[in-house]
């Protein structure tokens, strides 16, 4: 006898097993060993014995029957591979049959006539959304103030029609089964993939950003939050199951997530594609119809991206009302916020058209989720120990700044607004960050060489930016870089802010309280960790936050998570920036940033009924029945009876459920 080693108890039993050449198992030989002895078990006492195998070494406690002879056996080879194999055959079929009925389907949008690469629009004089004589909504390209149609805004008479047709259609869709959610989400998933460069290119026409913002901003965020509720979202809306106690033994409790009707959502311009797409994929995964009120800014994208949705939904045999975008200006708007036939209402935009909205829906009770702006902080700290960080790692961070703060001209809810740095970060950020800046170009990317921004969305804020730039100034901050609008000399039309660097900003300033949503890079000193965190929770907002430091021992690392748990936010990122958006976290801030978060699966199951029900477990066998005594009408003693159930079931000891146990039996 020989390996492996085996500890025994002195009441175990030691069992050979034997395989023999007619495939059938018997009992090769037993032991039995004292407490704490390691044995090495040689299996190989029947290899010298023809056509026997050594197999199996079992250890069998004593506490359960010992028979004096294994007469277990195990199915022969041949029946164990017949049985596999049609295990395999049954999991292949169930594969292909599921498989099928979520087969994406092939279907066409036409692509806008502007976003044909040889397009040429009529470049207006004064761009504006708004046309004189006119209650259309004027669509231009903000970067080139080239003209790229109209759209008729709605009525109140439309919002209740459209109301009424998206109410009727989700009674149908909230009987659909998941496979059939996410055959149409898959179906969608293909129809971005493939036509990424036609919903980019409208993305920069309508919204002034680069190919590049819109390709991570627009596409990769929207096809993510696709294939992540593909791929989890039955599970995050699945019942929950929820423990029971003492007196409710015999119950089973789950919470059920049941669709809630019509939702809305009312969205910004800045992520025109993503910010339509990510309430419409919501919506349909938790059974609901949608209406998605644009933004009038990007009101001619948004028309062909609903139209998306709809021909989707189209092309899998559902029906397209189940989704509307709708174009309104902001009196109509209050008419969908107030809409009794709105069951949620997702709100992504400004504090003061927030209060408009939340007077609204408080008019008919409807619940709210609520993103607004943000004065997101990226923190950058120093080691512990006072060692100079890498220089590669400081570029990367100095990197990760650039795209925090840059991407699509700062008009970003999760952008990078203040720079919070420690003294040894600060300076090197400073030297890594002002060249960087000085020489960003500007332009339209779909027309123009060399374009790292694009423009921002109108010109409304020029004047508030510059103002709050002069105003830094004077109270002691340093201008390194831009701080001023810019006259493109190619699209004298368009609307860009030149990329601008400030530093020496104390959080007395205005520039660090308020949201400026532009490409405004603002630094501040902090001499400690403490001040580092005091300076980022000295805002109304608390949307985001990135930390950044070393992690090369304990005590950074410890930093590093202090500061991740101190700073008053709805979302962190450890060194890195707003990587929470990339992987379906909820989403959501605190204070002056909102309430009510969207995305993973707390967003899921904002959109539905959250049903507490609770079944019998064994209801043939046992069921809830009152006891006489605090049956109506009440007898003497329903009182003792009563608080002997609530010890029974609730007392702190032993003791405590005995005495309540007796009042019980006594009556």
């Known amino acids: 006898f020989g390996s492996?080693?085996?500890?025994?108890?002195?009441?175990?039993?030691?069992?050979?097993?034997?395989?023999?050449?007619?495939?059938q198992w018997r009992v090769a030989a037993r032991t039995r060993r004292p407490t704490g002895i390691q044995f090495q078990f040689l299996v190989h006492a029947l290899s010298a014995v023809p056509g026997e195998h050594p197999s199996h070494v079992l250890k069998v406690s004593a506490a359960a029957p010992i028979m004096a002879e294994i007469q277990t056996f195990l199915l022969d080879v041949k029946t164990i591979a017949s049985v596999a194999a049609l295990v395999v055959a049954a999991w292949a079929l169930y594969a292909f049959l599921s498989d099928d009925c979520e087969k994406t389907v092939d279907f066409t949008v036409p692509a806008p006539d502007p976003c044909k690469p040889d397009w040429k629009g009529k470049v207006l004089d004064e761009p504006n959304i708004k046309v004189a004589g006119s209650?259309?909504?004027?669509?231009?390209?903000?970067?080139?103030?080239?003209?790229?149609?109209?759209?008729?805004?709605?009525?109140?008479?439309?919002?209740?029609?459209?109301?009424?047709?998206?109410?009727?259609?989700?009674?149908?869709?909230?009987?659909?089964?998941?496979?059939q959610r996410r055959r149409v989400l898959k179906t969608l998933l293909k129809f971005v993939l493939d036509n990424q460069d036609t919903i980019v290119r409208a993305a920069c026409l309508d919204s002034g950003k680069t190919r590049v913002d819109a390709l991570f901003g627009e596409v990769l965020v929207t096809v993510e939050k696709l294939k992540w509720t593909i791929d989890h979202g039955e599970k995050a809306l699945t019942a929950d199951r929820r423990p029971t106690n003492l007196l409710m033994f015999y119950k089973k409790n789950e919470v059920r997530y049941e669709p809630l009707g019509v939702v809305a959502a009312c969205v910004s311009w800045n992520y025109p594609f993503h910010n339509l797409f990510g309430p419409i994929?919501?919506?349909?995964?938790?059974?609901?119809?949608?209406?998605?009120?644009?933004?009038?800014?990007?009101?001619?994208?948004?028309?062909?991206y609903a139209n998306i949705a709809r021909a989707a939904l189209s092309a899998c045999g559902h029906d397209p009302d189940l989704v509307h975008a709708i174009t309104c200006w902001p009196d109509t708007a209050s008419y969908l916020t107030s809409h009794p036939g709105i069951s949620h209402l997702t709100f992504i935009g400004s504090r003061p058209v927030a209060h408009e909205v939340a007077k609204g829906a408080a008019k008919v009770l409807?619940?709210?989720?609520?993103?607004?702006?943000?004065?997101?902080?990226?923190?950058?700290?120093?080691?512990?120990?006072?060692?100079?960080?890498?220089?590669?790692?400081?570029?990367?961070?100095?990197?990760?700044?650039?795209?925090?703060v840059f991407q699509s001209a700062g008009q970003n809810c999760i952008g990078i607004e203040r720079v919070v740095a420690m003294p040894q970060a600060y300076d090197r950020l400073v030297k890594l960050l002002e060249p960087r800046i000085a020489k960003m170009r500007l332009g339209s990317d779909l027309t123009d060489a060399g374009v790292d921004m694009?423009?921002?969305?109108?010109?409304?804020?020029?004047?508030?930016?510059?103002g709050l730039v002069a105003e830094a100034v004077n109270q002691g901050a340093k201008l390194l870089a831009?701080?001023?609008?810019?006259?493109?000399?190619?699209?004298?039309t368009g609307h860009y802010f030149k990329p601008t660097l400030l530093v020496d900003v104390t959080p007395s300033m205005r520039i660090a309280?308020?949201?400026?949503f532009a490409p405004v890079c603002v630094l501040m000193r902090a001499e400690s960790v403490d001040e580092a965190i005091k300076i980022t929770n000295s805002t109304p907002y608390g949307l985001g936050c990135s930390v950044?430091?070393?992690?090369?021992?304990?005590?950074?690392?410890?930093?590093?998570?202090?500061?991740?748990?101190?700073?008053?936010?709805?979302?962190?990122?450890?060194?890195d920036f707003a990587v929470f958006y990339a992987v379906q976290l909820p989403f959501g801030g605190v204070g002056g940033s909102g309430y009510g978060r969207f995305a993973g699966d707390e967003g899921l199951r904002g959109l539905c009924n959250a049903k507490s029900v609770c079944v019998d477990r064994w209801p043939g066998l046992i069921k809830t029945a009152i006891p006489a005594k605090l049956d109506y009408p009440m007898q003497t003693g329903a009182w003792e009876m009563g608080r002997g159930v609530v010890e029974v079931g609730y007392g702190e000891n032993g003791a405590r459920r005995i005495r309540g146990l007796r009042r019980m039996v006594r009556l």
């Open 4 to 23: 492996p080693s085996i500890p025994l108890g002195v009441t175990d039993d030691l069992v050979l097993v034997s395989f023999s050449g007619n495939h």
């Open 135 to 179: 209650t259309a909504v004027q669509c231009y390209a903000p970067a080139t103030g080239q003209l790229l149609g109209s759209v008729d805004p709605v009525t109140a008479d439309d919002i209740d029609r459209l109301v009424a047709k998206a109410a009727k259609a989700q009674i149908t869709w909230s009987q659909s089964t998941w496979p």
């Open 281 to 304: 994929i919501s919506a349909l995964f938790t059974g609901n119809a949608t209406i998605v009120k644009n933004s009038e800014q990007t009101a001619w994208s948004s028309a062909y």
């Open 366 to 404: 409807t619940p709210l989720c609520v993103e607004l702006g943000g004065k997101d902080a990226a923190i950058v700290l120093d080691d512990p120990a006072d060692k100079p960080e890498k220089e590669g790692e400081i570029q990367r961070v100095a990197s990760i700044i650039m795209r925090g």
């Open 454 to 466: 694009g423009a921002m969305i109108s010109p409304a804020s020029f004047a508030r930016l510059e």
């Open 482 to 492: 831009g701080g001023h609008h810019y006259e493109h000399p190619a699209h004298r």
């Open 513 to 516: 309280q308020e949201e400026l």
């Open 548 to 575: 950044f430091g070393p992690t090369s021992n304990r005590a950074a690392q410890a930093q590093l998570d202090r500061v991740s748990r101190e700073v008053r936010t709805g979302m962190v990122a450890v060194n």
